[in-house]
């Protein structure tokens, strides 16, 4: 490598002075150091107490100044600079001859040296790889040798070892080979202690698996066994049950396609009874017995406890209900086969059916009792029916499902009542509440049993109501009867279910459904009275139902007996009750229009209207009172005079009322002559004239004093028995009189004689005034 030195530089390349524009370091260092002298400048006047002690240079101080340092440094400065440049330069070109020849001769040396090391490095390469080639197939063989060593020493202890143990390993072998056979009892002959705990782990495994294999078969060994029943028993029981359980999703086509064959005999025992014989070449008999009905029993707990919505489902039940048969067909065949070996016998199936049956029973009673539908607990029937009649086919006993029976009965009786409430209300509210009307003798034929030919049109008493309600009993009646004549039960207990079940159907529901009815504030006087003759048609039919149910059962009874056929009492109490506050409200209504002058200069001279209205209300009111009984006509006639008469006795003697003419007491006197002669006119039939007269009796009494002016009689009969004036206390007597005066004081009453008013007025105010003292006093 040729290296060439660097061209020294000429001092003729300095020899011009840079002027001032050619030296900006200079200006700059001015500028560094005018910026130091004004902060320097300003710490001083800060520090000062007199802020104008100092002041900064100005700027042609310091232009001076500059012009004084550039010709200064310019000359200098550069001089000094170039001298040492020059010296500088001179050093760098004397190193560099110096070192430039050492420095080619060792590049040189190095290329030659690089073709010898990449030859060494080739060779040493090469010798590595035969090294490291040689010592893998050492180490190989090395690892062959230790591990052949290692496997011959095994193979001798081996060898040593199995030689000691193989007459065991031979009898070991031919167990197992026995036992893969199942032939366990000849096992056991040639069985070492030892294995006795495995042997018997393997068949207790065996059996526990047959029985869980053989929990979802129960219920397949049921239902089969219900079928057969039905089909067995179609005559005594009936098309309808035996569809109802197999038409309805019990058994569909395809299952007893499936199930031509009897479950039950396609259970394989053999693991129970090789179970049984193994435990009994083993001596502990007595232990595998107790130890499979433990298994059982805890099988049938859990096949006991119904699912929570059994009540909701009628699949659910069936389920359950097949589910239990199978497990204790399972059980009676096992007894068949085993009954001379021990496992089970016929006193522990008794006594184990006798308690899983009360739980049964138990557990049906709660489930029918949710069962809110009456379909729903007619399948319960049918399934439970079916049940009953396969268990009895079987031998179990089943005397237990009376009380289900009773209990499945009143529950369906509360059912069909609360649907027949819903049903009778329906036919309130289509009612009219009118007397029906018929136009010929068919029409009346289909309403009533009454075929006499009277004349059409022709009146019913009766509303529509009567025969609507009538229909809807019969057909309660052919449901319960067609509901209970599958339980099995008598005759006669049929026939007293039945009856008991109208008689309630009745009294409770029907009498319940009209005493709310009748409640009903808006509801009208006529309909009260229909509703009332309503009844009366209804207890009057009762015969016809005992006829009706006689029918179905084939023995007469009665619902309810002859003297005691007042099953709507209540109702009826009700409506009579309701007649009588009608009666009484329109008799207020009406006299509370009544707007009496009692100032009145004149009297009209005839009744007043609202009497004529009152009396013309009462005389149609009472007319339609023609079917009801006439204890409660009568006594609804004499309420409304009584009260009309209480009224007008009240408005006389109101507090408010300060004065009164005798014209005014004329014109009362009118009102109550015509309210006597309705009384008397015996608006109802067979009612006592002289009792209705009794009703106006204190009216009367206190008119005829006032208008007769007959207080001789009053004070001369006074607190006598018999007195014409008996019901007028002094009292009233006294306030009445005190109304005939004027504002200024004067009497205002007229007199048979030419008496002095006011000296007749204070004698009677006077001994009136001692009998209201003499009163008091006693």
Request: glycine fraction near 4%.
């Amino acid at each position: 490598m040729d290296c060439q030195p660097a061209a020294s530089s000429s001092p003729d390349t300095h020899q011009d002075v840079p002027s001032s524009e050619e030296s900006p370091g200079l200006d700059d260092f001015l500028s560094e150091l005018k910026l130091g002298l004004n902060l320097d400048l300003k710490d001083i006047q800060n520090d000062s107490n007199d802020a104008g002690a100092l002041e900064s240079p100005c700027n042609s101080d310091w232009d001076t100044l500059r012009m004084v340092l550039r010709s200064i440094c310019d000359e200098s400065y550069m001089e000094e600079m170039e001298n040492k440049t020059t010296e500088l330069d001179v050093k760098i070109e004397n190193l560099c001859s110096m070192h430039y020849e050492n420095f080619v001769k060792a590049v040189r040396e190095l290329e030659e040296s690089k073709i010898t090391f990449r030859c060494l490095k080739e060779v040493t390469s090469a010798i590595n790889s035969e090294i490291q080639e040689s010592s893998g197939l050492l180490l190989s063989a090395a690892a062959e040798v230790k591990s052949a060593v290692i496997l011959r020493k095994n193979i001798q202890m081996a060898i040593e070892t199995l030689s000691h143990c193989l007459p065991i390993l031979e009898m070991y072998a031919r167990l197992e080979q026995e036992m893969l056979m199942n032939r366990f009892v000849k096992s056991i002959k040639g069985m070492l202690p030892k294995f006795e705990d495995a042997m018997k782990s393997a068949v207790k495994t065996e059996l526990k698996d047959f029985l869980e294999r053989l929990h979802p078969i129960n219920a397949l060994i049921g239902k089969f066994a219900m079928l057969q029943t039905a089909e067995e028993q179609e005559s005594c029981l009936g098309s309808s049950l035996i569809f109802s359980s197999l038409q309805n999703g019990s058994f569909c086509e395809a299952e007893s396609d499936m199930m031509q064959a009897n479950p039950l005999e396609s259970v394989d025992f053999t693991p129970v009874l090789r179970a049984f014989h193994i435990f009994s070449s083993l001596g502990e008999r007595e232990t595998f017995i107790n130890d499979y009905r433990f298994k059982r029993k805890k099988q049938a707990q859990m096949l006991l406890h119904p699912p929570h919505n059994m009540h909701e489902s009628l699949e659910a039940l069936r389920e359950y209900l097949h589910s239990i048969l199978g497990m204790f067909l399972v059980e009676d065949h096992l007894l068949t086969l085993t009954e001379s070996w021990g496992i089970l016998s016929k006193e522990y199936l008794e006594s184990f059916w006798e308690t899983s049956f009360n739980e049964v029973v138990s557990f049906l009673q709660m489930s029918i009792g949710s069962c809110m539908e009456a379909s729903l607990i007619v399948d319960v029937k049918d399934n439970l029916l079916l049940f009953s009649h396969t268990l009895r086919a079987y031998g179990f006993a089943v005397e237990k499902l009376s009380s289900l029976w009773q209990d499945l009965q009143d529950h369906y009786m509360e059912i069909l009542m609360q649907q027949w409430i819903k049903i009778f209300w329906d036919i309130f509210e289509e009612d009219n509440y009118q007397a029906m009307e018929v136009e010929d003798a068919d029409e009346l034929q289909q309403i009533t049993s009454d075929g006499e030919d009277e004349g059409f049109p022709r009146r019913i008493p009766f509303s529509l109501m009567v025969p609507k309600v009538y229909s809807q009993v019969k057909s309660f009646v052919a449901q319960f009867h067609r509901f209970s004549s599958d339980l099995g039960m008598r005759k006669f207990e049929v026939d007293e279910a039945v009856r008991k079940a109208t008689g309630l159907l009745l009294s409770r529901t029907l009498n319940g459904s009209l005493c709310s009815l009748l409640r009903d504030s808006s509801l009208g006087l006529t309909p009260i009275i229909q509703i009332f003759v309503n009844m009366n048609c209804l207890e009057d039919v009762i015969p016809h139902l005992d006829l009706y149910i006689s029918q179905f059962t084939g023995i007469y009874g009665e619902i309810c007996p002859e003297e005691d056929r007042q099953v709507l009492q209540e109702a009826k109490a009700e409506a009579e009750q309701g007649i009588y506050d009608r009666l009484r409200e329109k008799v207020t209504k009406l006299v509370e229009q009544a707007d009496y002058n009692w100032m009145l200069e004149e009297a009209q001279g005839y009744a007043s209207p609202y009497i004529n209205d009152l009396i013309a209300f009462l005389e149609n009111t009472f007319r339609s009172f023609t079917h009801l009984p006439t204890s409660v006509a009568q006594r609804g006639c004499w309420l409304a005079c009584h009260h009309l008469s209480k009224m007008l006795l009240d408005m006389l003697l109101d507090e408010k009322m300060e004065q009164m003419t005798q014209a005014a007491l004329v014109q009362l006197n009118l009102d109550v002559i015509q309210c006597e002669h309705f009384a008397c006119s015996k608006p109802v039939e067979g009612i006592n004239e002289d009792s209705m007269l009794l009703c106006f009796a204190q009216l009367r009494q206190i008119l005829d004093l006032l208008l007769t002016w007959d207080w001789n009689k009053y004070f001369e009969d006074f607190d006598k028995e018999g007195s014409k004036y008996n019901r007028i206390s002094p009292q009233v007597a006294l306030m009445l009189l005190n109304r005939l005066l004027d504002k200024e004081g004067q009497p205002m009453f007229s007199m048979p004689k030419e008496m002095d008013k006011r000296k007749v007025y204070e004698t009677l105010h006077k001994q009136l005034q001692q009998l209201c003292d003499a009163t008091i006093t006693n």
